[in-house]
């Protein structure tokens, strides 16, 4: 069964540090791995996904992830973290043998500290 | 372009009654998907259309939720007899290729 787990709850970080949220993910065939973020009031908004090729995936708003396959991992990344950037994001995957359902994790708030 | 819409935003109503939630996707997205979310909790998949078809409905949690998208566009989600337990965030997404691309959201209070 497909399952994603983002192991932090919330993640603080200093304006102008980088971060890292941290998802890794179960899937049965090979994966189809993305990030969104959800502001306050508003809906899901897409920030980047890895389908193949290379490894790290730049997106949205200065953001990139690293697939890393033996550790089954797709971690969010941005080097200089804004205050701005404080949201709940969502990790999520799709079994990229046909079956187009995305299974979430429970999402990590990021707060981010003038 | 415009972005996926739904309405209405917010529906309150009473345990018993039935809703209808709509989704308005982006023009010419062939997916459709519905999302329920609970609070604290990431999305979790309903049930999926490709067209008018509805090729997944696994993630319906009992017969009286339902949906349809009837020409291919838009899509209805309908939940009967509504029950508090059914209070939620209901996401709508449509895609094109392996995107999806979320609306706003539909929040129902069942009292």
């Known amino acids: 069964a497909q399952s994603v787990a983002q192991p932090e709850d919330q993640v603080n970080v200093a304006e102008g540090n980088p971060l890292t949220v941290k998802c890794t993910y179960s899937?049965?065939?090979?994966?189809?791995l993305f990030w969104y973020v959800q502001y306050p009031n508003r809906g899901l908004q897409f920030l980047l996904k890895?389908?193949?090729?290379?490894?790290l995936v730049k997106g949205s708003y200065g953001f990139e992830a690293e697939f890393n396959k033996s550790q089954t991992s797709f971690h969010l990344k941005k080097p200089s973290a804004l205050v701005s950037d404080s949201a709940l994001y969502f990790c999520a995957v799709r079994d990229g043998g046909g079956y187009n359902k995305l299974i979430f994790g429970a999402g990590t708030r990021l707060a981010v500290h003038p | 372009g415009a972005g996926v819409s739904q309405s209405p935003r917010y529906k309150v109503t009473k345990r018993g009654q039935d809703v209808a939630l709509r989704c308005d996707p982006i023009?010419?997205?062939?997916?459709l998907y519905w999302y329920r979310q609970a609070l604290g909790q990431g999305p979790e998949f309903l049930t999926y259309f490709n067209y008018e078809a509805q090729q997944d409905k696994s993630g319906l949690p009992n017969d009286r939720f339902s949906a349809e998208r009837p020409e291919g566009s838009i899509s209805t989600l309908t939940i009967q007899r509504t029950e508090q337990r059914d209070s939620a965030m209901y996401r709508c997404a449509s895609s094109q290729g392996e995107t999806q691309y979320f609306g706003p959201g539909t929040r129902l209070l069942v009292l």
């Open positions: 023009s010419g997205h062939v997916s």
């Open positions: 899937v049965s065939g090979n994966p189809y």
């Open positions: 890895y389908i193949t090729g290379d490894n």
